[in-house]
């Protein structure tokens, strides 16, 4: 994953420390993330779960796609130190990447440290949906 500068840093001071979780969504332009949208209207204060506003975050990446601006992926904050995606991370993954159209064949699913650092995984679906860790490069803007 590439992403600017600019918007590693935003997501990395704007994301408050768990709990509780919360997340977004970030879009590319000629492949480098360069815009994120955070959804901070659904915040579980009870556990640690983020639970997207799917009807807002659809909102925005239908806004996006009249910018020619791609769709990458959702990120969501953790605990520092739950460097892993969790049971329910993968399930809500794959659930995605099952309802995916056809022309869509990978997603991104960063995991923030709010303050800390973000460390990228990737989803593919091809006869199956493999996911892992991802590079992530920061370039400059």
């Known amino acids: 994953m590439r992403i600017t500068g600019d918007i590693y840093n935003l997501i990395l001071s704007k994301m408050p420390v768990v709990p509780p979780e919360t997340g977004g969504i970030i879009g590319s332009v000629d492949d480098i993330i360069c815009t994120v949208v955070f959804d901070m209207k ?7 779960v983020y639970v997207p506003d799917i009807y807002f975050l659809n909102e925005c990446i239908s806004e996006w796609a009249e910018d020619n601006i791609r769709f990458e ?24 990447m099952q309802e995916l159209p056809e022309n869509i064949n990978q997603l991104y699913f960063p995991i923030v440290f709010p303050k800390h650092e973000i460390i990228s995984f990737r989803a593919e679906k091809s006869d ?14």
């Open 128 to 141: 199956s949906i493999r996911i892992f860790n991802d590079n992530m490069v920061v370039v400059n803007n």
């Open 73 to 96: 992926g959702i990120f969501h904050s953790h605990p520092y130190g739950q460097n892993y995606l969790s049971v329910a991370d993968v399930e809500y993954i794959e659930k995605i």
């Open 42 to 48: 659904n915040t579980e204060t009870k556990s640690a």
